[in-house]
């Protein structure tokens, strides 16, 4: 699954400690599989699950662009 790498570098970036990392790997699996799992038993959640797993992509995407435009223009701020 991408999106529990994606989910445990994000909780490190707003300031989770490298050692919670293992159980923020398992806890953040068990929630998409339990998604998962209700989405089989109850079709009527696809569109919540659809709207909550796009909710946590883009937002993560668009923190990854905010941080990597903000260290670009440190570095150009820093070498002119």
Same mark, same amino acid.
């Given at each position: 699954m991408v999106l529990v790498p994606l989910i445990v570098e994000?909780? !490190?970036?707003?300031g989770? #400690? $490298?050692r919670w990392t293992g159980l923020a *790997? $398992?806890?953040a699996a068990g929630l998409l599989a339990a998604l998962s799992e209700a989405v089989g038993r109850f079709p009527e959640l696809a569109p919540v699950a659809r709207v909550v797993l796009a909710a946590v992509l883009i937002g993560m995407a668009g923190s990854g &662009?905010? *941080?990597q435009a903000r260290l670009m /223009? *440190? !570095? /150009? %701020? %820093? &070498? #002119?």
């Open positions: 994000w909780l !490190k970036r707003m989770m #400690g $490298v *790997s $398992v806890i &662009a905010y *941080s /223009r *440190s !570095k /150009r %701020d %820093d &070498a #002119g």
